[in-house]
Structure formats: structure tokens, C-alpha cells
């Protein structure tokens, strides 16, 4: 007999294994350190700079193929041309406002998206150097133009390069994600048309909630 908490269970499970990595903002990096270390027991392992965009990070893995990224302003770099993603630009707290899904034909991703009303980015392209000098390079989907308040994801192809959660911090693991948005109906639409079983439920302000297993126990991060 499948029960319904059997299908949902399967759901997540399927949703979970599509997730790349989470981003969780911050002001100011060792800050958003400090945060996660406090919540999950684990310290973020340094990831790289990510030059011209004025941004650098920090990772820590959540599953074999997935990852949080604690990304905040990085002092080193000048000002960016443009604003900084996730609109990291004038934050006060620290929060998590994107997740990435892996995917590996962007092109045909996004036309199709674009097609049934769901506005993905442009593709573009990224890179960064680890701080082991290792250079890694992606494809994905614009992070200026986030959908829905970054309830609906962002995609990405790491192509040849090495997946950042396999020299990420462990210690953590993923359980669920769901979230929340004051228009949960038209957000719920265009996650079925990306086939993306994200819970969505209705909340006042946009929000995207991480339940993982750190160190310290089981932690809501949103």
C-alpha cells in the first residue's frame, strides 16, 4: 500500500538528490562563519573569490553532490561594476535566499522555462580560484534575476570542474527543503512546471527553509 507520507517522502527524496547547493548571505563573511559554525558545529571550509563580482566564500557540504555556500562582500576586490548578487549590497542579517539545481543543458532548460512563463535568467558563465589554487568554472542561470524571491531556483552545470561539496567542511547533512510565499499558488505553478516538488506554503514574507543535520542537532535555517 503507498501512503501518502510514502509519496511525499519519495518527493523529497527526488527533490533533495536534484539539489546543487543553497546560498545563505551574509554582511560580512567570517560573520556568516561564525553563524553556521554556532548553528551546525561545523566551519566552513574557504572557498575562493569570486573576482570582478566582489563577492567571496565559504562551503560546507550537506550531501555528497551538495553544499551550503556562505557568500558575503569580499573586502579584497573593488567595488563590482553592477550590484552585488542575492543583493548582498546593503544587508543587515544574514539569511538564505537561493538555492541551485544541477542541471546539464542549460540552453534547452531555460527555452523551455521561458516558454511555459517561468522567466529564467540569462545563461551565463562563472569561475573561481579555490584557495588551493584549484580553478573551477560553471554555467548557469542569471543570479541578478532571482524568480519568485529565489523560491524558484537557479540552475547550474559544473561541467568538467571537481563539485565544490567534495572538498567542502563535513559534518552537515540536507533533510528537507521547503518554503514560503504571501503568492503561493502562481510560486507552486511554475515549480510544477520545472518538475520541482517544493513544498510551498503561505507565509508574509518570501522565505526559503533549510531543515539539516549539523553537529549540534537538527536546525531550521531560513
Known sequence: VVTSEGIAQKNSDQLLSRVDHLVYITPELNRGIEEIEKLLGVRATPGGQQMGRGTRNALIALGPSAYLEILGPDPEQPAPKQPRAFGIDGLKESKLVAWFVRETDLER????????????????????????????????????????????????????????????????????????HPEKKSVRRMLQQLDLDLPVGKGKVPALIAIIDGLRGRVDLR
Not at 524568480?147 to 528537507?176: C, E, N, Q, R, Y
Open 109 to 180: 532548460l531555460r527555452s523551455e522555462a521561458v516558454a511555459k512563463g517561468v522567466p529564467l535568467g540569462e545563461i551565463m558563465s562563472g569561475g573561481r580560484r579555490r584557495a588551493d589554487g584549484v580553478e573551477l568554472s560553471w554555467k548557469f542561470t542569471a543570479p541578478w534575476m532571482p524568480v519568485a524571491d529565489g523560491i524558484v531556483p537557479f540552475f547550474i552545470d559544473w561541467g568538467d570542474s571537481p563539485h565544490p561539496a567534495v572538498s567542502a567542511a563535513k559534518g552537515a547533512t540536507l533533510i528537507k527543503l521547503r518554503a514560503e
